[in-house]
């Protein structure tokens, strides 16, 4: 069974500084990873993602994350952190070994202080 | 380039009633899934539509249906509504089954 923890439920940083949110996956083939964020009543943005090769992803809005296989982890980091980047943040986990279903962590509620 | 539009964005209904959501994919994909956000939580995967199929359910029960239609739009059916029915139903299309999926804005349903 595929799994995604997000041990920090809260968040909060000062604005410009660094921000680093914390995802563990369980899954039993080759993982595709992905990070979203929604903001109060919206859907879901993708951030980033991870199917295969480098290990370092880009995103949009400043965002990365890096897959590491050996610690079953996508944590999403940001150097320096906006106002506006205050929302909650989904980690997930699919893969054509589970017909690309989507399985969600609970989320990381991101407060940013001005 | 529209993205996945969903309809209604609000609904209020009541214990035992039926409800049908509905869901245009983004252009160019041809498979639908369908999620239920409780508060607090992350989304949950209710079922996949590939061609007019469901390819793929979650742990939802059989008051759950769903339809594809030929232009890959798609429907969510609750039957005999419960309170604990009540969330965020978000729609995501992507091409093909090795794709990216791409939310919609979801439809809020409450259930009194």
């Known amino acids: 069974a595929q799994s995604v923890t997000q041990p920090d439920i809260h968040i909060t940083v000062s604005e410009g500084a660094s921000l680093e949110l914390r995802c563990n996956y369980s899954?039993?083939?080759?993982?595709?990873l992905f990070w979203y964020v929604q903001s109060p009543g919206q859907g879901l943005q993708l951030l980033l993602k991870?199917?295969?090769?480098?290990?370092l992803v880009q995103g949009i809005k400043g965002f990365e994350a890096e897959f590491k296989r050996s610690q079953s982890s996508f944590n999403l980091r940001k150097p320096s952190v906006h106002w506006s980047d205050a929302a909650e943040y989904f980690c997930?986990?699919?893969?054509?070994?589970?017909?690309?279903?989507?399985?969600f962590g609970t989320g990381t509620q991101l407060k940013v202080e001005l | 380039d529209a993205g996945v539009t969903q309809s209604p964005t609000h609904l209020i209904k009541t214990r035992g009633q039926q409800v049908t959501l509905r869901c245009s994919p983004k252009?160019?994909?041809?498979?639908v899934s369908w999620y239920q956000q409780a508060l607090g939580q992350g989304p949950q995967f209710i079922f996949q539509?590939?061609?007019?199929?469901?390819?793929q359910r979650g742990n939802f029960p059989d008051r759950f249906s769903g339809h594809q239609f030929p232009n890959y739009s798609s429907e969510l059916n609750v039957n005999a509504l419960l309170l604990g029915d009540s969330a965020l139903y978000l729609c995501?299309?992507?091409?093909?089954?090795?794709?990216?999926?791409?939310f919609g804005p979801g439809t809020r349903l409450l259930v009194l």
């Open positions: 539509y590939y061609e007019e199929e469901e390819r």
């Open positions: 899954y039993g083939a080759t993982p595709y």
């Open positions: 995501a299309s992507m091409r093909g089954a090795r794709e990216t999926q791409y």
């Open positions: 997930a986990v699919g893969g054509t070994g589970g017909g690309n279903k989507l399985t």
């Open positions: 252009s160019g994909h041809d498979t």
């Open positions: 991870y199917f295969s090769g480098d290990t």
